[in-house]
């Protein structure tokens, strides 16, 4: 069984970075013998792997998702909905430690190439969600994760105007305890990435 697991999740991880880093173009049909043939493994985890994915939104009757722009409204909607709550949250449940690693997030995007950006956006998001001590929104935003990575690498990529900048202020509004200002700022902060996004799409 545990043979099974870690097949299953070596299957997982491959698939998955080669859609995240564009190996597998978007509409890519996956074929469970083929993969099953490179990978060197059976084609039971690679259908386990397959239906996680699936799961997560990078997978859709086993084509590598192709969204269209319906599709990106509604991802965008979800985000807005809960991480502006989080957001809200931050302001009241942030530690001061949570503060610090939070501006030390805009320090590395700010100086950082591509990758340290993308990682710092995303560890920024993190920390907000995180800080909003919703386990059940923190897991939903969790199994958003892969499709979240598609379009943040769209929005860092392509060197969305302010993004830094509106970091930035969100983190201020953390700072000083203004739940309201927080909350706003992340709305129009995801707003303006999913018009960005459209965009480039």
Not at 96 to 107: F, G, R, S, V
Not at 119 to 147: G, P, W, Y
Not at 161 to 184: C, G, S, T, V
Request: aromatic letters at 8%; one cysteine or more; hydrophobic letters at 40%.
């Amino acid at each position: 069984m545990e043979k099974k697991q870690s097949a299953s999740s070596i299957a997982y991880v491959y698939i998955r970075d080669q859609i995240l880093n564009g190996s597998f173009p978007r509409g890519t049909k996956l074929t469970e013998v083929m993969l099953a043939k490179e990978l060197g493994i059976s084609r039971t985890p690679i259908r386990e792997a397959i239906r996680k994915l699936e799961e997560e939104g990078l997978i859709q009757k086993k084509r590598v998702i192709n969204p269209t722009e319906k599709d990106l409204i509604n991802t965008f909607e979800v985000r807005i909905l809960l991480e502006s709550y989080a957001a809200r949250s931050a302001a009241s449940f942030m530690t001061p430690a949570e503060m610090d690693e939070l501006y030390n997030c805009i320090k590395v995007a700010r100086e950082g190439i591509n990758d340290e950006i993308m990682a710092a956006n995303k560890r920024f998001h993190d920390l907000i969600v995180q800080s909003s001590r919703n386990q059940i929104l923190i897991d939903t935003i969790e199994r958003m994760q892969s499709i979240i990575f598609l379009f943040r690498k769209t929005v860092v990529y392509h060197n969305r105007p302010n993004l830094i900048e509106e970091h930035e202020e969100m983190y201020y509004a953390i700072k000083k305890r203004d739940p309201d200002k927080a909350e706003i700022l992340m709305k129009d902060h995801l707003k303006a990435d999913l018009q960005f996004s459209l965009h480039a799409w």
